[in-house]
């Protein structure tokens, strides 16, 4: 009886452990097909943070640099430069899409296919500074530009 007891706390102080790591939430998450010769490609995705945190870091196996980019109006002229974190503001959804904050995979090991997918990890800070990660398989698709602009 002392071992079951002995478990049933041990799973429960893991599982207390697993909920307060999970500092934010990730919905549809999808990056754009590459062709042959491309080096290049974003990944999109809605993040939500219950208390709120900050994404630090993104990394993926598939690509030799990985970043979080913005990309902005100045002027004229459209601008997309790497982040070094994105603020997700508590209880709040914050979307990473075409034309906006993303994610940019970099020097790509190999062209990505439409149906494939790609593993992404997302490095978090919550706002006590305690670090966690998100691991993702990320579904790869390609979209034309009317899927693009559909609102």
């Known amino acids: ?4 007891k002995l478990t049933a706390l041990v799973m429960g102080v893991l599982w207390a452990a697993t909920a307060a ?3 934010a939430v990730v919905a549809e998450p999808w990056a754009r097909a590459t ?6 490609t974003g990944a999109f995705m809605k993040i939500t943070s219950k208390e709120g945190a900050k994404l ?5 196996p598939a690509a030799g640099v990985t970043e979080i980019h913005e990309m902005k109006m ?6 997309m430069a790497p982040i070094k974190f994105l603020e997700i503001p508590a209880g709040k959804s914050v979307e990473l899409k075409s034309g906006s ?3 940019m995979l970099m020097d790509l090991k190999a062209p990505l296919a439409d149906s494939s997918v790609v593993p992404v990890t997302l490095s978090f800070e919550n706002a ?6 998100i691991d993702l398989q990320v579904p790869v698709k390609t979209m ?3 899927q693009q602009h559909k609102h």
Do not use: F, I, P, R
Not at 35 to 40: I, T
Not at 56 to 60: D, L, R, Y
Not at 74 to 79: F, G, L, S, T
Not at 128 to 133: E, L
């Open 144 to 146: 034309n530009m009317q």
């Open 21 to 23: 790591a999970q500092v």
């Open 74 to 79: 100045e002027k004229d002229v459209m601008k």
């Open 56 to 60: 630090v870091g993104v990394s993926s």
């Open 1 to 4: 009886m002392k071992t079951l």
């Open 128 to 133: 006590k500074g305690v670090k966690s990660q």
């Open 35 to 40: 062709v042959q010769g491309q080096k290049a």
């Open 101 to 103: 904050y993303h994610v």
